[in-house]
T-cell receptor, first 114, second 119 residues
Framework: SQQGEEDPQALSIQEGENATMNCSYKTSINNLQWYRQNSGRGLVHLILIRSNEREKHSGRLRVTLDTSKKSSSLLITASRAADTASYFCATDPDRGSTLGRLYFGRGTQLTVWP | GAGVSQSPSNKVTEKGKDVELRCDPISGHTALYWYRQSLGQGLEFLIYFQGNSAPDKSGLPSDRFSAERTGGSVSTLTIQRTQQEDSAVYLC?????????????????FGPGTRLTVL
């Protein structure tokens, strides 16, 4: 399968703690993206990291990419109750003539307790 | 509009009826995607459009599912003779462009989804 696989499936932490979620994939990629979903509705794009990048920051988010291990991690620092959501990684495979689709994992359900 | 919109937001139908789900992408976005998500599951890719053509229909689960896009904008997903297993949230996303090679796929912007319940 080309889709990413998130780990863990569920994560429960206290406010103020850091949350780390991992994503593994199987094929070479152009980029990897992280999305957030609240309450089973639309996803919101968080951050995109390209295959030639190793680390990227956006506010309290830090994403790393290790193409040799085909893995990525999403770190949320100083978590808040409002960070409670499902987090998905999505890979954009380095495809030949096939264009366009992302491959989403099953997601990590993060719960942050006040 | 400011974002991707979908209608209806909720649809309850009886088994065997046909339903149409609509997606209005962000203006100027050439690529449009349909996904579905069953309760507690990840996203299942259905189909994507580049302009009005659909280069990848590989995710459509059966011939009861079809989609079209006209004028490079609005898209309609039609499910004929609905079954209970069709119950899910149907999500639409659009992106500015698709480029091959190292440029890859742009960020996808998602609509709020249509929750379909087949009784």
């Amino acid at each position: 399968s080309q889709q990413g696989e998130e780990d863990p499936q569920a994560l429960s932490i206290q406010e103020g703690e850091n949350a780390t979620m991992n994503c593994s994939y199987k094929t070479s990629i152009n980029n990897l993206q992280w999305y957030r979903q609240n309450s089973g509705r639309g996803l919101v794009h968080l951050i995109l990291i390209r295959s030639n990048e190793r680390e990227k920051h956006s506010g309290r988010l830090r994403v790393t990419l290790d193409t040799s291990k085909k893995s990525s991690s999403l770190l949320i620092t100083a978590s808040r109750a409002a960070d409670t959501a499902s987090y998905f990684c999505a890979t954009d495979p380095d495809r030949g003539s096939t264009l366009g689709r992302l491959y989403f994992g099953r997601g990590t359900q993060l719960t942050v307790w006040p | 509009g400011a974002g991707v919109s979908q209608s209806p937001s909720n649809k309850v139908t009886e088994k065997g009826k046909d339903v149409e789900l609509r997606c209005d992408p962000i203006s100027g976005h050439t690529a449009l995607y349909w996904y579905r998500q069953s309760l507690g599951q990840g996203l299942e890719f259905l189909i994507y459009f580049q302009g009005n053509s659909a280069p990848d229909k590989s995710g459509l689960p059966s011939d009861r599912f079809s989609a079209e896009r006209t004028g490079g904008s609005v898209s309609t997903l039609t499910i004929q003779r609905t079954q209970q297993e069709d119950s899910a949230v149907y999500l639409c996303a659009s992106s500015l462009r698709i480029a091959g090679g190292s440029l890859g796929t742009d960020t996808q912007y998602f609509g709020p989804g249509t929750r379909l319940t087949v009784l």
